[in-house]
Each structure stands twice: as C-alpha cells, then as structure tokens.
C-alpha cells in the first residue's frame, strides 16, 4: 500500500519524459496485483500515454509495451481507456456539485450520483475516485487515448468500440481524430467474426440488458447500463456491415427492438435500427431467422400501425422481404394483403414504392400451398379469396394496385387457370404502359411483340416456349359469364356510340384474340407466340373437329353460342378484323352446325 501511495504521489511530479519512459515498467508492474491497486495506477497513468512515441518497424512498435507477451495487461488497459471514453463531461460537473453538497451538510450526502449510460457503479467509481478533472483535462486525455490507439500498438480488433464511442464524443478534437482512425481501420476488420461484433452488442445493450434472463451472473456494481444515444447511433452503422456469424442471436433482435421500442432512441436511431432489420432479414442464418420471425414480423407490423410516417417505407420493405424468406408467416391469411393494397391508395408516395416493392417480394410466397385442385378445401377457398381481392384491385384507381394484381396474377396462379387470366385480359387494356405491358407478357410470354422466347410457359424442341392456356369452353365460359354480369353494372358497361360494351373494345379485342389461341391449344394445336391462325391450313380440320366434338353435348352447344354471341356483340359497336376472324373460323370451320345460327344476319354482315 505504500508502495502505491508512493507511486501514486511521484510519478505525476516526474517530467513528462521521464514519465512516458517509465511507462511500459509501470503498466507491466500490475500484473497478479489487486484490482484496487491497478485501478489507482491506470488512473495516473491516463494522461501519459498521449505522448507516446512509437518507433516506425511494426514489429519494435507491437513489442513497445509486450502485450502479446501480457494479454491480461492489455486488457486491464483496453477496459480502463474504454471507461475514460465514456465518462461525460457532464459527470465531472455533476461529482462537483455533489462535493459541495456533502460539504455544505457536513455529513454523508443521501444524494446518489447518477452512474453515466454505458457505465457500471464500479467502472464509474474507479475513472473518478480520489481525483478532481477539468473537463478541458479529460478532453485531453481522450485525445491523447485516441492518439495512443492509433499507434498501430494494440490489435483492431480491440480498440474498434473505443473509437466509436470517442467518435461520438461531444468535443469535436476527439470526435474528429476518432473518426480518422475508424476510417482507417474500418477497412482491415472481418466483419464475418463474431469476437468482432460481440463487444459491439455488448456496448450497445450493456450487460444489464445482456443478463436480464440470467440473474445472478454478475455482481451487480460490475452490470453496466446501455449506452446513450448518441453513441447508438455511431455503433449501429458498425453492426450493419456485419455478415455470417456476426450477426449474433439473440442480440441482434434485442438491438433491433431497443431502438425501435426502448426509452433510449430517437427518429433517426430507429431509421438505422429499420436498416438493421433489413439486414438481419435478408442475410440470417434460415434456423435464426425462423425462431424469431413471428416476434419480428410483429414488431414491424406495430410501426405500421404507428404515426411516424418518416419509419413506413422501410417497414415495409423489411416486412416483404421477412415474408419471401419465411413464407408461413404472411401467405396463410389474406387479411395482410388486403391491408397492404389498401395502403396503396392510403399513404405517402414515397411509402406506395415500398408497400409496392413488399407485395412484389412477398408474391411468390402465396403460391406454396395454392397448388392443389380441389374448391372445396381451404386452400381452394384461399385461392378463390385471393382472386377475389385481385379481381377487385385490377380495377382501382391506384395504378400501382393494379400492377401489383397483374404479377400477382401472374406468378400465383398456374397460366392454365382461366379466372386469373381474366384478370390480366381486363389489364391488357390499362392506360398505363407499364401495366398493359406486363400483362401481355403475362399471357403471351416475356418477348410476346417479337415473339421470340416466351416466360412461365414450356419449352419444346426448337427452342421455343409453347403457351400454356386455359381450356378454351372454360374460358369461353368464363368470359361469357363475366360479361353478362359487367352488362348489368353501370360502373363497369362500355358505351361505344349507341352501343353498350362490357368492356372498351382493346380488352374485348384482347378477350376474343385469346379466345382463339385457347381454341387452338384445345384443338391439340401447341402454340408457340400470340400468332393468329390463318385458314384454310394444316390447323383448320383440327379446330373444326374439336369445335364438332364440342356441339355434341349441350352444354357444349352453348359454349359455343356465348362465343359467337360475344364476337358479334364487338363487332357490331366496334367493328375490326379480330371478331370477324372469330366469326370466319366458327363458322367456316364447322358450317353445317354453326352457319344456320347467323344466316338471319347476312345483310349486317355484308
């Protein structure tokens, strides 16, 4: 104890020379002594160890001080320079206050000194005891430990959280040389290993947060409280670049709703939490992500349902891709996604892009389990729900809604399955390109103009991708009846000069050019483009057998006259070439049945 009290007393009166020389001696002299002891010597030892000169041979400068000879040592110095980091100017002010306090009552204040965020009662105590410090003083000192750190004498790895806290320092001298380190170094770290980003996490949630749910692993003088904000923000940035193992479980989910739920956060603490989430969501370990993702999904679906509209973009986005990665968790009820196209027509533009970029990602989710035929399972009820909310999306006034319906139709349903190809016939007719576009390329494949390789449909021998299409009664059926019922809503006819349409001539058009190809796949003709058929050809007794084959039962029969009915009805508002090749066809490929039924009508036709 002497001994202490000696050095304690006379190094600080050695000039300043004499006192860096003696450095490494003393610093090496605390191994194997008493945390008392070490503690009372680092302290006096802070203000030297600025004025540190480093010889320029790497190999001299690592073994100035031996601490790969006395790792114990290293560390006992990283902790304490980290303490004298975190101490707030504030506190010195505040330990004033309280010592004059104690002086002015004469006895043992019951005021408590408030332990700074990021501290523990015992890392407070020992950066403060016996001593008085300026502030002007303890800026100097975390220059002179950020100088020190950047002498390239003690490992990356180990000085990466002193750096960031010194970066968020309030005096810019410190802030400023932290932040040329940290770019320096930045840049040489493995932000795949875990030894990395543990401290990290440890930083940022303070080992209160860490052991809460096992009492009992430390003492409670040694449990340090989480940083402050403004040191959040500078570690969260730092935890974003990590990949693999890095990403820690569950510390990683405990970052995430700290600083989206916590008392210390603020607006732009969140932003980069939501940043977190993204990376958490898009790069986890499957195993990881799926014991978490019900607690996750939850989390993001509450700031929806918040009032910081600065927060919904990047929720949404986070959902979308949560949900692509863990399909169960969005594609088992359709509520979600009638809330997400609700919000198309709701929010801010900017969040529409990322309510529209979520719907896109999450869209191939709801194919896993729609793969069964039957209607009356609940996964035909699903799927009869979830045209339903298309059906009624095709048509709203939100046009990103009615993108989103065409690749939804698209990529959820098979291209054989003629109510979703309905769908995409009512956007084929859209004002805006971009959905008229990806709604011919949803039904005629991805090169339909030049009909080269198309999409989604098989490739046969030549190399072409031959169309998958509905059966053509089905379709034909399905139309018919579509068309009929739009006929009785005011909202949905067409009016085309004196005439009433159930749908503006581009979609009709679209509707019976479709038709054919549908007849013509039937016929057992496998189409390869969006070609119409030309008569006579090799194709024309093959339709005429099929359309034969067809008429001999009843219900075929009036398959067959919903189809004429509806080529006549366009061509009698809108007359073209396409509903008068459905007529040519019909009629000419099968005469003596279907001739008779428009022998009345000669003279129109003429």
Known sequence: NFTVIYIKLGYPRLPMEKQVKLLPTVLNSLEGKPQSHQDSIMLILMPVIGNVSVPNDPEKRRGLFGFSEHPQICKLLADFMLDMLLLPYSALTQQEQQQQQRDQQQAQSTTSITVPAGMSDYSFKRVTAGITIKSDELEQIKLGIVKFLGNQIMNENDIICHLIVASADTRFTVADAAEMELKRITGLLNWDSMNLTIPLYTLFLGTQLLTKTRQGTGKSEHLRSPVSTRIRLKILPFLCKSRGQALVFPACIQVLFDSLYGNNTNPRLKNLALQFSMLIVTTANI?????????????????????????????????????NRIPH?????????????EALSQEEHDTR??????????????????????????????RIMLHALLASQIESQEPMARFVAVRYAAIVFPPNHAPSRYILLLASGDSKDEISNEA??????????TQNKGSRNSITNDGYKQLILPEFRDMAELLADKAATRMKNSATRNVVGNH???????????MLNYLRLCLAHSSVLLRKTNEAIQHPSNSTPLIGR????????QTGCETLDKYQNLAQQLLTANPSIVPLTCLLELIGTVPDIMASKIIDKLNWIK
């Open 353 to 382: 892009l990322s309510i529209r970029e979520a719907l896109l990602n999450m869209a191939e989710t709801f194919c896993v389990g729609l793969d069964e035929e039957s209607d009356v399972s609940s996964v035909g009820q699903r």
């Open 500 to 510: 009433i349409l159930p749908f503006s001539p581009t979609v009709f058009r679209e």
């Open 329 to 341: 968790l969005v594609n088992k009820d359709l509520a979600l996604l009638q809330t997400f196209f």
């Open 546 to 553: 099929y359309l034969r084959r067809t008429s001999q039962t």
């Open 440 to 449: 011919l390329k949803s039904l005629y494949g991805r090169d339909y103009k």
């Open 287 to 323: 195993q990881h992500l799926t014991a978490v993702a019900s607690v996750l999904f939850s989390g993001l679906l509450k700031l929806i349902a918040g009032d910081d509209n600065s927060l919904k973009p990047l929720t949404y986005s986070a959902i979308g891709k949560l949900g």
